[in-house]
């Protein structure tokens, strides 16, 4: 199978403007995560979607958004864009296809990374 | 609200020597706790998780729920385990979140 998948790998913007990174998880996975990494605060949780859905959401301002298609494949979108939204932001899918109802021991849900995508705001 | 504490940044061993990374987690339900691991140049990726009781390249971890921590051993450190690593903690219900930790760099010296 193929791993998941990030594009852009890097790029650069100025403040105010925005940016849309891409996610391909691997075939089959339901369900993306977004993370914000960076060296001072390490792996900051953005939100997950499953299904088209967002279940979760971390605290981040609203500038902050994400969307799920029908083929699981996941974008986000950083809008006005800051100095500080400088950060590796990484994509991770997971097999996991159940809610909160999942057996555990069944399946743990392990995430699968993507090798990021590096955004650098000037 | 659910927190995972790596409490050292860097962790330098000479090689052979025992390794300790330290993990403390707070959470109200029973948690899902896992070790992912960063070499330089890869992907973040799954190391081992709780509940596998596994051990991966001589890396074991055990979970105390009495002292609400999952520390990662491993008896002798070799210079390949010089990698970043992550404790991360899955919370259930509600969808999936995963929390990581800071990470702690374990360098391991010739």
């Known amino acids: 199978k193929a791993g998941v998948t990030q594009t852009p790998r890097y790029l650069i913007k100025t403040r105010g403007q925005q940016v849309t990174l891409s996610c391909s998880p691997i075939s089959g996975h339901r369900s993306v995560s977004w993370y914000q990494q960076t060296p001072g605060q390490g792996l900051q949780f953005l939100f997950e979607?499953?299904?088209?859905?967002?279940?979760n959401k971390g605290n981040f301002p609203g500038r902050f958004s994400g969307r799920q298609f029908s083929n699981s494949r996941s974008e986000m979108n950083v809008s006005t864009l800051e100095l500080g939204d400088s950060a590796l932001y990484l994509c991770a899918s997971s097999s996991v296809d159940a809610g909160p109802q999942v057996t555990r021991g069944s399946n743990t849900g392990e995430l699968f990374f993507g090798e990021g995508s590096r955004l650098t705001v000037l | 609200a659910q927190r995972v504490t790596q409490p050292e940044k860097l962790l330098s061993v000479f090689k052979g020597a025992p390794v300790e990374l330290k993990c403390n987690y707070s959470?109200?339900?029973?948690?899902?706790l896992f070790w992912y691991v960063q070499y330089s140049r890869q992907r973040l990726q799954l190391l081992l998780r709780?509940?596998s009781r596994e051990s991966i390249k001589g890396f074991t971890a055990d979970l105390n729920k009495g002292e609400t921590s999952f520390h990662l051993k491993k008896p002798f450190a070799q210079e390949e385990d010089s990698a970043m690593y992550y404790c991360a903690l899955k919370r259930f219900g509600g969808g999936f979140k995963t929390i990581f930790g800071a990470g702690t760099r374990l360098f391991v010296k010739a």
């Open positions: 959470y109200s339900g029973s948690p899902e």
């Open positions: 979607y499953f299904s088209e859905t967002q279940r």
């Open positions: 709780h509940i």
